[in-house]
């Protein structure tokens, strides 16, 4: 479900200067609709966005991913490698501690999608 654009403007202005600047610098992990709503609430605090560098525009296109990180992927590739059996952590020689460290792959997947908006 795609946030609207009353519900990103909401979000936006709950979120501090510092935090609305920070998303400029990580421009990458945002959605578009998301950056604007930024954009619209720093103009209206009268707050001044950094300028983009050339850089920053020309990786952005490569780096929007509006699917799912692959930390969530390869999680969940652990966990069901430890519950075969089969598989085990590297200095541990155990399926339960690969589950566990692909458990907290997964966890740290969801957060990193849910974070964006």
Known sequence: MNPTRHDLAKTMAEKTDE???????????????ALDA?????????????????????????????????????????????????FVLRGTNSSDALMVVGCGMVIWGLLRFYRRV
Not at 53 to 61: D, F, G
Request: hydrophobic residues 45%.
């Open 38 to 86: 930024a954009r619209a609430e720093l103009r209206q605090r009268a707050v001044p966005l950094p300028p983009e560098s050339a850089q920053q525009i020309a990786l952005r296109p490569q780096k929007i991913s509006r699917g799912l990180p692959p930390v969530l992927f390869w999680g969940v590739l652990l966990v069901l490698g430890g519950a075969s059996g089969r």
């Open 19 to 33: 935090q609305l600047l920070d998303m400029f610098a990580e421009s990458w992990e945002w959605t578009p609709e």
